[in-house]
């Protein structure tokens, strides 16, 4: 919705002084339909060609997201972190060997399936229950596991920055690509000389509208979604990172409520619960 808003007063603002200050708004439209498709078209090509696929792939999912509200909420994380409080408070009650089930196949596992939000998420799951495995093992210590926490989620995050600098490199590849239809409306141009002063004129500024055109494509469309994007795979990152950390914190004898309060305070403000709100939501759940 924002993106939507944002992108509206853009065009209002920069369009609407220009039509208030006597621009004529038919040389732009009339010159849009053949700038845009030799500006978008190149930039796609070269997007494409200078992008593996699982880049473009996470562009598209990313693209996705930054026209959808976040899904990383307190209450989502009051789930997570009243799940983990219950998966550690059987461990502590019964020995980790009794989580074994549950870890195995969280799909039939009364724990999980108590938290729907959390148990639908695959990649979260999954992440909780690979490093509950490696407890449940007793063969790795805290700090062991600590660091292949640490290497993977350097690989996620490697990832999925790897689709936010693709449309950055995109947003900086698009003001060349304007000069480039701009370029080729003056090669036009001085091969119609003879024409009226009025004629050339029309061409002249149909062939300026391509170096607008880049510019305005880079800096109010695609800079700004990489930016977006980059904000919604930080947001992301931070259950990986409440996950880690409450994890270890059981690991060095934490009990669970004090473990999940550490995974508490590493998430961002705007969706933290406070330390009531989270033992009041564990009790009850």
Same mark, same amino acid.
């Given at each position: 919705m924002f993106v939507i808003i944002g992108w509206v007063i853009v065009l209002a603002c920069i369009f609407g002084v220009f039509i @208030? /200050? $006597? !621009?004529?708004? !038919? =040389?732009?439209? &009339? +010159?849009?339909?053949?700038?845009? +498709?030799?500006?978008? $078209? @190149? +930039?796609? $090509? @070269?997007?494409i060609a200078g992008n593996m696929m699982p880049v473009l792939k996470g562009v598209g999912r990313g693209l996705g997201r930054c026209f959808k509200g976040s899904h990383y909420t307190k209450e989502r994380f009051m789930d997570l972190l009243a799940l983990l409080y219950d998966i550690l408070q059987k461990a502590r009650k019964e020995g980790l060997m009794a989580i074994e089930g549950d870890v195995e196949n969280p799909e039939a596992s009364p724990l999980f399936q108590k938290y729907p939000t959390i148990a639908s998420? /695959? /990649?979260t799951v999954e992440f909780i229950t690979d490093y509950l495995r490696l407890m449940v093992s007793g063969n790795l210590n805290a700090h062991e596991i600590e660091a292949i926490m640490d290497a993977e989620l350097e690989t996620h995050h490697a990832e999925e920055h790897a689709a936010v600098a693709a449309l950055a490199r995109l947003a900086g590849a698009l003001p060349a690509f304007g000069i480039v239809a701009a370029v080729l409306g003056v090669v036009n141009t001085m091969g119609s000389v003879g024409q009226p002063p009025a004629v050339l004129g029309g061409?002249? $500024?149909s062939a300026l509208v391509g170096t607008f055109l880049g510019i305005l494509l880079a800096y109010a469309f695609a800079e700004p979604l990489a930016s977006l994007l980059e904000q919604k795979v930080e947001e992301a990152s931070k259950e990986f990172q409440c996950i880690k950390t409450t994890l270890l914190a059981s690991m060095q004898g934490y009990a669970p409520m004090t473990a999940i309060e550490f995974g508490r305070k590493v998430l961002f403000s705007t969706a933290?619960?406070?330390?009531?709100?989270?033992?009041? /939501? =564990? %009790? %009850? &759940?």
């Open positions: @208030a /200050h $006597g !621009g004529n708004i !038919g =040389v732009i439209l &009339k +010159a849009l339909p053949f700038e845009m +498709a030799t500006i978008f $078209g @190149a +930039a796609i $090509g @070269a997007f998420d /695959h /990649h061409m002249i $500024g933290r619960p406070t330390f009531g709100e989270l033992e009041q /939501h =564990v %009790k %009850k &759940k």
